[in-house]
Structure formats: C-alpha cells, structure tokens
C-alpha cells in the first residue's frame, strides 16, 4: 500500500504550519485575555487535542510566559486541565471539552487527513462512510474522544459517486470549513481511480483503455509487457491478452492507478431462485453497490448478515454459482441458508470436498481443495457467473493463482474483519474487489448485532493425535492438553494479526505454555518467577508502545504474554486485547469464582477467551458466558473453522 497515513491521532504535528488559514492573530497579543475559545483555536492550529503553553505562545502570538500565566488562570477556573507528562512540558487541554460537545463537534486535521467527530449525527457517519474509514470510536486521548475517521488513498477510489465533484461535495457537507489541500488531494486520487478501463469489445476480447495517450505510453508502457497486452488498438487504447486481466489489475494497482473494470463478465447459465427474506435497508445497499461494481466485499461483523446478503446477490446475478468456504462444516452451513432464505431447487445444490464431488448449479466447495491442482476442473466444468468467497481472509494462494479463470465472473467475498486489516487486503482489493461495508456502530446501535465485550473462540484439534492423546489421559493431563492445544498458537496469531493496531496481552495458565507461546510469537513471557525490576521493565516498554506506530527502531512491545499463575499481585498495564490462551477448567466451585476474573482479565479491553472444541474447556467457558451474560457481559461464540 502506497499510502503514508500510518501516523496516529496522538502524534505531534511538530512545527509544520497549518494547511490553512489558521495562523495567529496578531490582535490577541495580550494573554490575560485567552479564552477557552481562543484556546481552541491553538489547538485546531496545532492540530492536536492538547498542547504546551509554548504552542499557544505560538499560535495565539504571545509570549511563553503570557501564556503559561493565562493558562493557569483558565486552570484556576475550571476551564482547562493540565497534565503532566513525564520528562516533557505540561500540556493542556480544555476540561469539558466531552461535555461541551452536547452538539456534534467536527475537527478536521487535513495533513493526516483525519477527521473527529464528537457525537456525530447519522447523517455525518453516514456521509463519512462514504468516504473515509472508521479508525477508532473511542480514543484515548483528552479532547480525541470520539469517532476518529481517516481518508485513505482506497477509501476514496472506492467512494460511490459519479464524479469527483460529487465527492468533493459530501466532503464539504461534513467538514467544518474548505480545506483546500485536503480536497485537492482528493480529487487526485480520485482522478487517479478513474484513468484506466477495462472493457469488453463488441467482437468479445478485452480492452484496455487510458484517459490519456500520454497515460499509455507513459504509465501502461513501463508496467505492462507483451504479455499483458496484445497489440495497440489506438494511442489509448490496447488489446489485452487472454487471461491476462488479474496482472494488469494488479500492477496497474501498484503503480498507483486502480483500474475501473467495465467488461461484460460471464453469467453462466441461468439459475432461478429467489430470496424468501426481507433484506434490510443497509443489505439492499451492499446488494446493489454488488451489482453496480459487479464485484466486492462485504465487510460487517458476525451476525450482520453478510451469508444472507450473499444469497440475495445469488439470485441477482441469476447464474451458475460457486461458493468456497473454509471448512467442510462451513459447507453444511452454507446449504441450509440457502435452503432457509431461498427459493432454491434442493437438487440444485452440489457440495464439493473430501466426500462428495458433486458439481451443480449452486456448488459449495472449500478452499482447500479449490487450490489443488488435480481438483482445475472445479473452475472449468462450468461457466460459473459468480464465484462467492465466504471468509475472504482464508483465501489461499494456489487458489489465487487460478485468478485467471476467475476474473471474468463476478466475485464476491465476505469477511467480518475490516479487509485493510487482514495483511492480505492488496490481494484482495485488487482480485476479489473493493469493501462494501456498512458503518458497524450503525449496526451495533440499530441493534442488529451487538458488539461483544467477550468473544468465546472454539478452536478445533489441530490433527487426530493430539485429539486421541486427549481422549487417553485423565485428570490433570487432560486439562493441560486442553489449555494447550497447538492450534491455538495459530489462532493467537490470527487475532493479533486482525487487531494489528492494539496493544495486547496473551494469558496462559501453563508456564511451558506461555514459553512456548512466547516463543511462536517472538514476544517476552512474564511470569511469577520474573524477576520484579525485569517484569517492571517489560511492562513499560510495554505501556509506551504506540501500536500504530511503523518505528522498528523503539524498543516499544505491543504484546506481551503473561502467566496467569501468581498474577494477583502484579499491576498489569492496560492492553486494548486481551487473549485468554488458557485458563479455562477445574472444579465448579473453582469455576465460579474465577469466572470474570478469567473472561475479562485486564481493563475494558475486547477480550477473546480460546477453548477447544471437544474438551471440558468448552463446557466451563459455555457456564462462564452464562455467568458473565447474567452480569450484562456481552459474550458471543465463534466456531474456529478446521
Ligand atoms: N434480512 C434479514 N432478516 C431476518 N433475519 C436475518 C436477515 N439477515 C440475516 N438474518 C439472520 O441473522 C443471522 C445472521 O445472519 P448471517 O448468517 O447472514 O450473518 P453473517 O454476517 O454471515 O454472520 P457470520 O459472519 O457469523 O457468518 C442469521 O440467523 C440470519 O438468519
């Protein structure tokens, strides 16, 4: 990703001048008089929640010492708060500013091209979800609390609108004044998502066509060879080879130019069925933002209705369908929603894996065997019209390499993890499609799924031998390989590669366990037999993390695992994900009094608690959720596909 964005809301835009018109007054020379306006208007200069007294010196045209005076006088009042940060100046920050923002409150910082808004109505996240991404919904900072929404390069050449005005427009709506880099930064990414098209010409090849002659011979030239494009057709215009689409997409992508892709994609034969649910309001928009890019990603959290919107996009589209899923159980699943939620022909659903091979209309295989070579028929045996990627993170590479054949149907994916955050989103965006989400506090807030503040992952076996060693101890032995199913350590990294930007602490109850974790993971291990000042020096490297930050220079750690043996008396900093790798067993009695303390270790951290499938783990956590759902704990369940 070419994007330079990774700062975050915290960072110091340092001496750089305002993008704008925010320089100092030369008529509020006198101090005495700041007031907590005055004081707001350093800080949106400063582009930062809090500021030192040299700063408003600066902004507001004073002296330092004016300054400090003037701000502790608006101290003294109640109007400002001052914190003291370590080894650094006092800053200060204005005490009610949560509470003064009854209204909607929006604060542009254009450099970063980041926006936040304090209890924005729907219509602004509504606007905004158009065009920039959610970042964080809480912040940490004095003054940041709020819904923090950054404009990335691919937020904008995904925006739904005809043309960059349109754009610039809603952008304009939501803000509180023009800025005017910012918008012209827009409109050149905009240009940018709007320079390069496929299309199918009328004698059925595809072609390639630039906005401009330069543009071909400049850009296309030097990132396209032979065997991309076939033969000039005019100077801005190319003949593309067969089965070449996927690599002009990707690098066209990677020199900055997204390509728009108009081409008459193949429908299959046609296959009738039709939805027997309702679809709400925000279904039916990804639905037709489907139909209208003909490819994309549905990105909403479990339980928003993503299989079911799928389905209505089946019917839609009309045509053969195939759908790839991560696990043989997925497969199941996947036949009774469609059975559930349409009209489909029973005999028209085929189920292709290990078992069965049977290919139909409607066929549902897994990745797995969709990336196996002897298994190429799958994809040639019919002219399927959409191909449907359940999980779009499990995407494997053998079945990206079949992207060829693929690229000529309409491809949907579905995946409840923000896409820019799996690692793989450049894959994804550019071969699959662009995200179609809807705003997830909308969601949570509508009611539709409620956002858990525990999340129970069921993590199966990793193979049949360390599920028969299971079966054959007992006792004690048995517990302990429960706590330490190897596919755990798999799952662990999942979860913290799909929360890169959070600070997280991984408990284990074990201490080989937590070494061998800590290991796997290649981050320190705290334990009761940690010596104090060695534990105490973790735990601050450990709180000055920035996650977000790319420094590979800083000594900072953003994860850290600890025993949860002898943890009573240590002072754990406070992590934003917590992950109970073990923990989960013992008696009833035992059970109960640990439960909370086990499920929501640290803080208001988002928790995810891993039992195995198959053991007593699974037992005590389900009456550990019913413990915590009693106390108003949100819990919810997830099944770890195999
Ligand atoms: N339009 C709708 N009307 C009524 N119920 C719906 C609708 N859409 C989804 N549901 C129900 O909500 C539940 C979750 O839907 P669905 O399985 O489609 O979500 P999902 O986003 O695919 O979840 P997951 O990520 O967990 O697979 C299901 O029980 C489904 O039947």
New binding site residues.
Partial sequence: MTDDTGDDAGEDSGGDAPDDDATPDPDSSDADNISVDRFHEALEAEERPVATASEVARRLGTTQAAARDALAALVDRGDVDRLDVEADPVVFYPRDWGALASRERVVAFPKRREIVVDRPTQYTRARLSQFANLVDTTGTEPGTRGYLYRIRQEDVWAAPFDDADALVGALRSVLPRRFEHLEDWVRDQWRRAHRFRLSTHEDGYVVLTAASESLMGNVADQHLDDDHLRAPISDTEAWVNEGAVAEIKRALYDAGYPVEDDRDLETGDPVDIELT????DY?ETWVETFLDRKSGVYV?P???????AAIATIAAVGGETLILVPSRELADQWRE?LLDHSTVDPGDIGLYHGGTKDISPVTIATYQIAGMDRHRSLFDSRKWGLICFDEVHHVTAPVYSRTAEFQSKHRLG?S?TPVSETGSEEDIYTLIGQPIGADWDALFEAGFVQEPEVEIRYVPWRDELAQSEYAAADGRERRRLAAENPAKVEEIRYLLAAHRDKKALVFVEYLDHGREIADALGAPFISGETPHHERAELFRRFRAADSNAEDTESDDLDVLVVSRVGDEGIDLPNAELAVVASGLGGSRRQGSQRAGRTMRPTGSALVYVLATRGSSEEEFAQRQMRHLGRKGVRVRETNVAE
Avoid: I, W
């Fill in positions: 649910t309702d679809l709400r279904q909403g479990p339980g928003s209705g993503k299989t079911v929603e579905l409840a």
